[in-house]
């Protein structure tokens, strides 16, 4: 059999993936980049060309700046909660001790809920009537009045965060729980037997091991979070006060709420190359690691 | 001073008891190889003596030191794993160095010893790699600068050679040899090979079945195997088992025409009647003319192999097997019948039912 051969079958059996992905993602990309560049509204006209102004208004537009700071903000702050607490849990759940295999089991249960559900949830807790988190903490004595945690743009993106955090810490830990489980005991004994202390040893000996999952699972939840809708939606449509407004409610309030269907690709695709530039970086960087072991 | 004592350690998980009362007392400067096949439980012990498992009773004292529950890192030991257990992300000498970077010692003085330890094992041009780029036998040495470079009161060894070929292992063995009479350390080492044991051990721990079947300096383990599984574990080709019952100081094997008269001391204490074990090492026999009236046994000769130094010949008396280690010019033919003399002093009888020497 030649390579020519092999190469042309490959191809083959690729092709109807191809097609599929052309039609559902390569051609609508190749129309909201043609839509960028037009003044259309969502419906009625189909609008006439207008250059890069789409670009110029939304870049400099203070809601686009604006809400790229709460993007990131939001992305920073849960992807940070989630690795530490995502490392930590796994930390304890590769401890030896009874009800372990049930535990993990349970662990999984927030990230394998749909984010509406977990959504709900969270409304239901934050609830500023009958939520779960006012009534907790007016008996423990630590809040005189109920409050509207997601009626406040003060605590509106934190309380969004937490939620976020419930959701997504499970797969980190869940990398990290498979990444410490590849840690050889000797080493882990002989790190013990040379004198590292807990810390030492976690900073030393098993780091090393988690390094490299640990970076998959960053890229991965930097990306998510970057480009969150739905639990958002659900919880407060970006508001109040625009408070918890990101870039994909932006775009969606752009396109959809707005109706200007030509400014609101010019944003989605101000968003996608973002994130692609999130996602270089990160290849870039994994790669590096990945050549260093 | 003992550098080491073990009183009566036990391990148990749940039902299953892994060791069963383990007393020994180790002198500074002594290697004490825990001799025993998988399963037998000195790999636990080895732990239970780095702290890195617990033991269910007993006590484990370093140099006159109760250590039961104190942390491995604090009970002045190092270890050297089987599977070497290096750091993959940190270099040699980081490796070597980390036991004294945990505990605080200089840069300075760390890269001193570090050095003066690397020059020891002759691996000095390895310092700046990664163990990844290191060959078994250079990881091997690795392992042993880690132990060696923190100087603690007792080395522990787990099967630090079963991952080498066979040429390095004897290499590796005759290297541990040496730093052990260089540096006069103490000892323990865990193997299932008992040559590494022999030629390594001031004293062996033959243990079976969580217990300690003998404790002993390697030639009294060899030449007065206290119990009939010792005898067996130790030499190679084994010690020949042959079942033989004793009537009146005459011991008849099972299976053959003629008997033998037992040497007066062994008479005496196998008494009027009984089953016994008698266990003849192979190369304590040797040929001798039909119809020889010194003691010898006759058997029938089935194989006969050349091995290099020695020609191994195997034959049967009834259903029983006996092998013979002899000069590789000897003239024997299978097929043939042929008497075997033995040396009077190298029979080992062993009361059949405890397997105890008589």
């Known amino acids: 059999m030649t390579s020519n051969w092999i190469t042309t079958r490959a191809w083959l059996l690729m092709l109807p993936l191809l097609i599929v992905m052309i039609a559902i993602i390569g051609w609508p990309l190749v129309d909201t980049v043609r839509l960028s560049f037009t003044d259309a509204k969502l419906v009625g006209t189909a609008g006439s060309f207008v250059g890069l102004d789409n670009y110029v208004k939304m870049l400099s537009g203070s809601n686009f700046q604006r809400t790229l700071v709460t993007t990131t903000l939001f992305a920073v702050l849960s992807v940070a909660a989630e690795m530490v607490i995502g490392v930590l849990a796994a930390l304890l759940l590769n401890q030896q001790f009874y009800g372990r295999s049930v535990l993990r089991a349970l662990m999984i249960l927030p990230w394998a809920l749909p984010t509406v559900v977990n959504a709900t949830l969270w409304r239901l807790i934050y609830n500023p009537e009958y939520g779960a988190l006012n009534a907790a903490l007016t008996q423990i004595g630590l809040l005189d009045t109920y409050r509207s945690w997601l009626g406040e743009p003060g605590t509106a993106l934190t309380a969004l965060i937490v939620a976020d955090c419930w959701k997504n810490f499970p797969l980190v830990a869940l990398i990290a729980l498979a990444a410490l489980q590849a840690v050889p005991r000797d080493i882990t004994a002989a790190s013990m037997v040379d004198g590292a202390g807990a810390w030492a040893r976690f900073r030393f000996v098993i780091m090393p091991y988690l390094a490299g999952p640990l970076m998959v699972a960053l890229v991965l939840r930097t990306i998510e979070a970057f480009k969150v809708f739905d639990l958002i939606w659900v919880m407060t449509r970006g508001g109040p006060a625009n408070s918890t407004r990101t870039l994909s409610i932006l775009v969606y309030q752009e396109a959809f709420s707005f109706q200007r269907a030509g400014s609101g690709a010019s944003l989605a695709l101000i968003v996608t190359l973002l994130i692609t530039i999130l996602a270089v970086a990160y290849a870039a960087l994994i790669r590096k690691s990945a050549g260093a072991s | ?358």
């Open chain 2, 1 to 358: 001073m003992s550098a080491l004592e073990l009183i009566d350690i036990r391990k148990r998980y749940g039902a299953i008891e892994t060791l069963r009362g383990i007393d020994l007392s180790l002198a500074s400067g002594e290697f004490l190889v825990l001799l025993g096949s998988s399963g037998c439980g000195k790999s636990t012990l080895l732990n239970i003596i780095a702290g890195l498992a617990e033991a269910t009773e007993g006590d484990v004292r370093i140099g006159d030191r109760s250590v039961t529950g104190v942390h491995p890192k604090d009970r002045d030991i190092a270890m050297v794993f089987q599977s070497y257990a290096l750091y993959p992300n940190m270099s040699v000498a980081r490796n070597i160095g980390f036991g004294l970077e945990m505990r605080k010692v200089a840069a300075a003085e760390r890269a001193d010893a570090v050095h003066k330890t690397a020059k020891m094992l002759q691996i000095e041009n390895l310092l700046e790699r990664k163990p990844s780029e290191l060959s078994g036998g250079q990881r091997q040495r690795v392992a042993i600068g880690r132990a060696l470079v923190r100087d603690p009161q007792i080395f522990l060894f787990d099967e630090p050679l079963s991952n080498l070929d066979a040429k390095l292992r004897m290499e590796m063995r005759t290297e541990l040899k040496r730093l052990h009479l260089m540096l006069g350390t103490t000892i323990v080492y865990v193997t299932h090979d008992q040559i590494e044991a022999m030629t390594l051990a001031t004293r062996i721990a033959v243990m079976r079945d969580g217990q300690i079947e003998q404790l002993a300096t390697p030639d009294e383990i060899y030449n007065r195997p206290a119990t009939r599984y010792v005898a067996s574990f130790v030499g190679s080709p084994p010690m020949n088992m042959l079942e033989a019952t004793v009537a009146e100081g005459i011991a008849h094997i099972d299976g053959s025409l003629s008997g033998f008269a037992l040497p007066a001391d062994i008479r005496e204490k196998a008494g009027q009647v009984r089953d016994v074990i008698i266990g003849i090492r192979p190369e304590s026999l040797s040929l001798a003319p039909a119809g020889d009236a010194a003691l010898g046994i006759d058997a029938m000769v089935e194989v006969v192999e050349l091995t290099g130094p020695e020609l191994v010949v195997t034959s049967t008396i009834g259903s029983q097997r006996l092998t013979a280690s002899l000069p590789p010019k000897s003239t024997v033919t299978a097929g043939m019948a042929q008497r075997f003399a033995i040396d009077a002093g190298a029979l080992h009888i062993f009361d059949k039912a405890t397997g105890k020497r008589l």
